[in-house]
């Protein structure tokens, strides 16, 4: 197959190109660098020739829901436009678990892009994920007053992004399913914890307070909204084992939770 992936150099599309390049796919990655412009629409139609899939992992840094939703509803329709023109025969987009229970922030723009996705004349489907056990290292990065490091309160039932990217590009292979089964982590976290934990991996012994966020959003986070339904797929590698295995990079941008999941 030949695939696009949107995003392919984010938090988890890094992981989908590898994936797909594993399986022994073509990729054409879709990024500014290699002369993108998912939200002018510069360069996509050419970038999607012969494309038989696009998967859709492009986040946003903002926390603001009139600018999520402005960035989503311009990439989406960018790539929904483009692939009809070029006869692309899959859309795959992945989305949040728990959104439309906390539609604002940064969810707001990631329920606007289903909504187009799902109105679309291109075949599709879209996976819900949780949050990434990159999550953590990206809260810790950005959560900060003045010298202090602080993590917001929050059940979370992280999974690993490379396997998000396993899970997308079996779905690509698979064909369109419309909305499936959400992905989340083998077991319920908490993402105060899980930076502490990260922060520690670092080498900081920092005092990290754990702060309850306001407003619905901040409600939706510490009463379990955005964990899983029971059909949810699980995936098997657990945040302590992520920690364990040494893979906690710097963050780079995307990950779903407002933080590219998930």
Known sequence: MKIAVAGGTGQVGAHVVDV????GHQVVVLTRGRGVDLVAGQGVAN???GVDAVIDVTSVSTLDGEESTAFFEAVTRTLLDAELAAGTGHHLALSIVGIDRAPEGYYAGKVAQERLVEAGDVPWTILRATQFHEFAA???DRATVGPFHIAPRMRTQPIAA?????HLVGLAEDGPGGRVPELAGPREESLVAMVRGYARARGSRAWIPGIPLPGAGGRAQRDGSLLPGPGAMLGSQTFAEWLAAG???????GAAGGGEAG
């Not at 797909?20 to 399986?23: H, K, P, Q, S, Y």
């Not at 490379?162 to 396993?166: D, K, Q, Y």
């Not at 893979?247 to 941008?253: E, F, K």
């Open 247 to 253: 893979i906690a990079p710097p963050s780079r941008g």
């Open 47 to 49: 970038a999607l020739t």
């Open 162 to 166: 490379r396997e998000v990217a396993e």
């Open 138 to 140: 990206q809260i810790y």
């Open 20 to 23: 797909a390049r594993e399986r």
